[in-house]
């Protein structure tokens, strides 16, 4: 994806109060091809996604009304829309609660426009090719690791009568893994078979989705089959191999 003035019109949905900030924006981005909306509050952000149907969202954490996580959380509820955090707490501990919940970049204020410009870009140009690896995929209906099956249309895992729908991160996550039971992942690996080779992370992002993968697991497991090795990686821990069902 090419940014170039007055090019390509990516729509951008802008989520917060500050409304300077707003306006420095608007003002550097429209003249790359950016088309802003803007809001100054949370509530409602689900309803704008599906009648808007912007590119991304920035989302303030600090809202006058529900803070942005709590709003981030409703939004992972029915879109896997590129979200990108912002925030004046520019802690670690927001940052991973913000990766953890779904975002798919977190910048702290204040921020130079120029890096909002090249975190869009990046996030788009990764939405873009995940887009275009999925679409290469031949059909397959169902990954199955001994009871535990991952629904690759819809991207929902399964074990018995419990069933757990996923954000494209932990799909894209649970899917390595369970591609390629008890072998040791690297983390370079995991990022490669997750989301392509043009895709780069840092490891503590890889080690905070593979968190949010467990933490699903969980929730139809007792204990998450997601394994640390230490000093080498992660790996899918079962007595039982892989099989593909159509």
Sequence with gaps: MVFEREKVKIHILLVDDDARLQTNVRDFLEPYGCRITSMRSGEGVEAAVK??????????VMLPDDDGFVVLRRLRGVSDLPVIMLTARGNDADR?????????????????????????KAVLRRASAQSDVAAQEPPRDMLVVGSIRLDLKRQRLDRGDQSVQLTTTEFRIIRAFMGRP?????????????????????????????????????????????????????????????????
């Design 51 to 60: 009648e808007l149907k912007p590119d991304i969202v920035l989302l303030d």
């Design 96 to 120: 991973i609660v913000g990766l953890e919940m779904g975002a798919d970049d977190y910048l702290p204020k204040p921020f130079n426009p120029r890096e909002l410009l090249a975190r869009i």
């Design 182 to 246: 008890d072998e040791v992942l690297s983390r370079d690996q995991i990022q490669t078979l997750a989301f392509g080779e043009n895709y780069y992370c840092n490891d503590r992002n890889i080690d905070v989705y593979v968190s949010r993968a467990r933490t699903i697991l969980r929730k139809l497991c007792e204990e998450s089959p997601i394994h640390t090795v230490w000093g080498a990686g992660y790996r899918w821990v079962s007595d039982e191999g892989a099989s593909l069902s159509r």
